[in-house]
C-alpha cells in the first residue's frame, strides 16, 4: 500500500516497518467492560437532578458553602470550575444523594432584592458569602466531601500539551496522553446535562412528558473537553419503541391543541416560543439566535454560568441514535477511541477541520471515517452496522416520528463480535493513512452498515452512507478541493510516520530535544513550504449559504444580573 505513497514523494524503498517502542501488547479484541448508552444517559441525568450549581467569590468559599448547604442533605461530592471572560467566574458543582435534598436546596434559595429580571427556580444559584473564615464541617457520618475539582474544566493549552507528549516513553503513550488530556472529562459531562436539565425542567409543568436529550460529542465518547453542546428537545414521546407501550390506559384523557398539518411549520413555530423562552425567562442563557430554515431548524444560544455553545433542535431522535452508534463502537473495543481523538487532533493541526460549518470535512464525517477503517481491516476491529441490526431483539426496536428506523442491538452479548486483531494503536494510525492514500474517493462511497466501500450513487466529492437513513451522504458539503486536501495530507502523515520509525531505527532521537513522534504528525504546516494542499484555501461559507433564509436576531445579554458578594 505505500508504495503509492512513496512513488507520490519519490521516497527511497524503507527498511522493513518496525513497530513503535511499546512494552505492552494489545490483546485481541480488547474489550472494555461494555456499558449501554441508555445506562449511561439514565445516571447522568439522575445525576444531574441532584445537583446544584453555586456562584461563588473563590473556591475558598467552598467550607462555609458546605456548611451551609449540607443542612438540606448529604452532599455527596463537589466540584470547582472557572468560567473566563473579562473576569473569572467561580463556581462550586454540589452533588446531593438524593433530588429531593437539592430541590430542598433550590427551594431554601431567595431572590435577590435588586432583581431586575423575573423570578425563575431553576439549579443556578449564587451564595452570599459572610466572607469570615469557616471551618468545613464533617457530615453525620464524620466524614469531609472534598472539592473533587479545582478549576475542573480549564483546556489544557496546546503548548502544555506538545510538552506532556513530548515526555512520553513512546508513541502508543503519547496517544494515550492525549486521550487522557483531552477527553471530555466526568465534570464537563455533569455540566453538560445540567444545561439539558434546565431545559426540561423550565417546561415540564406545562409539557410533562419534555425530554431535552444531550447527543453528539458531548455524550458519543468522542468529545473533548469545551465540546459545544446539541440537545434535542422533544415535547412528546417521539419514540414508537417498547417504552411508550408501558404506558397504562387510562380513560380520562387530556385535551391538547390541534397539530398545525405542516409538521416543519409546526416545529419552527414551537422552536420560536422555546427560543424566546430560553431568551427571556432562563438564568444563564445569553446569545439566543434562532436558525430555523436550516435543514434541521436549531436554537444556538449560550450559557454564561457553563460557558457553553449549545445547539437546540427539535426535530426527531435520529442524532441522538446516531450518537448511541458511535457510543457503542467506541465500546467495543478500547483503542477505539484514543485512534480517534489522535486522528480528529490531526485533521485539526493541518486544517482539514473547522469549527465553522463550511465545505470541509466535519467532525462526525471524519469519526465515521475511522470506524469504516476499523470495520474493512483483514481482522475487522468492529463489526458492521448490519451485524448490529440482524442482533436486534424487540426491545430494539425504534422508528422515529417520520419513520426513520433506528433499529439495532444494543445487547453487546447479543452481537457476540470479539476481534482477533491485536494491533497497537501506533500501528493502527498509520494503516489508517496508508489506507485512505489508495481509497477511490472518486468511485466509491463509504458504508458503514455493510463495513465495505459501494458504488457511489452521485457526484458527491465525498460519500458517506448516513448510517440510518441510507438515501443521504454524510459527507455531502465536502467540495471537491477539500477531498483532494485530505488525499494529499493522508499522504502526508502516512510519509511523516514512515519518517519516524526510520527515525527511531537509524539514529535513536534525543526525545527531549526535538519534536517527535504524533508531535511530528500534530505540526502545523510550515509556511516556507509550499505544499500541494496549499492552493486550495479554505472558505468559511456565510450562514446565508448554509441555510436558504436566516433568522439571526441581534446578540441579546443574559437577563442575569447576579454575581456573587465577596
Ligand atoms: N449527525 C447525524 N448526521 C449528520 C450530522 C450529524 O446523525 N449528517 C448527528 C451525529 O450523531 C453527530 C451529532 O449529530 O454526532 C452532532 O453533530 P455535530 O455537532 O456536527 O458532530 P459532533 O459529533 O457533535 O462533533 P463536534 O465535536 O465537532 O461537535
Ligand atoms: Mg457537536
Redesign the pocket.
Known amino acids: 500500500m505505500l508504495s503509492a505513497v512513496r512513488r507520490c514523494y519519490n521516497l527511497k524503498p524503507q527498511v522493513p516497518r518496525v513497530r513503535y517502542l511499546c512494552s505492552t501488547t494489545v490483546p485481541a479484541g480488547s474489550k472494555v467492560s461494555a456499558h449501554s448508552f441508555e445506562d449511561f444517559v439514565h445516571k447522568r441525568q439522575e445525576e444531574a437532578t441532584r445537583s446544584v450549581i453555586v456562584q461563588v467569590s473563590s473556591e475558598r468559599s467552598f467550607p462555609e458553602l458546605y456548611n451551609y448547604c449540607r443542612d438540606y442533605g448529604n452532599i455527596i461530592s463537589a466540584f470547582h470550575y472557572c468560567v473566563r471572560h473579562d473576569d473569572v467566574q467561580h463556581y462550586i458543582l454540589l452533588e446531593y444523594e438524593n433530588a429531593q435534598q437539592a430541590s430542598e436546596a433550590i427551594d431554601s434559595a431567595a431572590y435577590n432584592e435588586d432583581l431586575t429580571g423575573v423570578p425563575v427556580r431553576s439549579p443556578f444559584l449564587w451564595f452570599r458569602a459572610t466572607g469570615r473564615k469557616t471551618i468545613q464541617r464533617d457530615t453525620v457520618s464524620g466524614s469531609k466531601t472534598q472539592l473533587a475539582a479545582l478549576d475542573g474544566i480549564r483546556i489544557m493549552d496546546n503548548d502544555a500539551l506538545m510538552g506532556t507528549l513530548r515526555e512520553a516513553v513512546d508513541i502508543e503513550k503519547q496517544i494515550a496522553l492525549l486521550y487522557e488530556n483531552t477527553k471530555l472529562n466526568d465534570l464537563g459531562i455533569r455540566l453538560r446535562f445540567l444545561a439539558a436539565s434546565q431545559v426540561q425542567q423550565a417546561i415540564s409543568g406545562m409539557f410533562p412528558l419534555a425530554r431535552a436529550l444531550p447527543?453528539?460529542?458531548s455524550v458519543?465518547g468522542?468529545?473533548k473537553n469545551g465540546?459545544?453542546l446539541?440537545l434535542i428537545l422533544r415535547l412528546d414521546e417521539e419514540c414508537k419503541g417498547p417504552d411508550s407501550k408501558k404506558r397504562p390506559e387510562s380513560r380520562l384523557v387530556f385535551h391538547t391543541k390541534e397539530n398545525l398539518t405542516n409538521g416543519r411549520s409546526q416545529t419552527q413555530r414551537q422552536m420560536e416560543s422555546i427560543g424566546d423562552m430560553l431568551h427571556l425567562f432562563l438564568p444563564g442563557v445569553c446569545h439566543v439566535r434562532r436558525i430555523l430554515q436550516a435543514r434541521v431548524p436549531i436554537i444556538k444560544y449560550h450559557h454564561e454560568h457553563l460557558n457553553l455553545e449549545i445547539d437546540l433542535s427539535m426535530s426527531n431522535l435520529?442524532?441522538f441514535y446516531?450518537?448511541e452508534l458511535?457510543f457503542m463502537f467506541g465500546e467495543f473495543d478500547e483503542r477505539v477511541r484514543p485512534l480517534i481523538f489522535c486522528i480528529r487532533r490531526w485533521a485539526q493541526s493541518c486544517g482539514l477541520t473547522n469549527p465553522s460549518p463550511g465545505r470541509w470535512i466535519?467532525?462526525?464525517s471524519l469519526?465515521c471515517l475511522v470506524i469504516f477503517f476499523l470495520q474493512q481491516t483483514k481482522q475487522p476491529i468492529l463489526p458492521s452496522i448490519n451485524t448490529l441490526i440482524r442482533s436486534a431483539a424487540p426491545e430494539d426496536v425504534r422508528i422515529t416520528e417520520d419513520g426513520i428506523n433506528c433499529t439495532f442491538a444494543r445487547n453487546f452479548e447479543a452481537i457476540g463480535f470479539s476481534s482477533k486483531n491485536s494491533n497497537k494503536i501506533s500501528d493502527l494510525i498509520l494503516q489508517f493513512f496508508e489506507f485512505y492514500s489508495q481509497f477511490d474517493f472518486q468511485n466509491k462511497a463509504i458504508s458503514l452498515n455493510e463495513g465495505r466501500a459501494v458504488s457511489k450513487p452521485d457526484h458527491s466529492a465525498l460519500y458517506i452512507v448516513?448510517p440510518?437513513e441510507q438515501l443521504l451522504n454524510?459527507s455531502k458539503n465536502v467540495s471537491l478541493e477539500e477531498c483532494e486536501r485530505l488525499r494529499i495530507e493522508v499522504r502526508n502523515a502516512a510519509w511523516v510516520l514512515e519518517s519516524e520509525v526510520e527515525n527511531y531505527q537509524q539514529t535513536g532521537v534525543d526525545k527531549s530535544q526535538e519534536p517527535w513522534g504524533l508531535l511530528n504528525l500534530f505540526k502545523t504546516p510550515d509556511k516556507n513550504i509550499i505544499r500541494p494542499n496549499m492552493f486550495f484555501k479554505p472558505r468559511i461559507l456565510e450562514v446565508s449559504e448554509l441555510f436558504d433564509n436566516t433568522e439571526t436576531p441581534p446578540a441579546t445579554k443574559s437577563t442575569s444580573s447576579n454575581t456573587a458578594t465577596a
Request: proline share 0%; net charge negative; aromatic share 14%.
Open positions: 447527543f453528539g460529542s458519543n468522542f468529545g465540546c459545544d446539541d435520529s442524532g446516531m450518537s458511535l466535519s467532525n462526525f469519526t448516513n440510518l454524510v
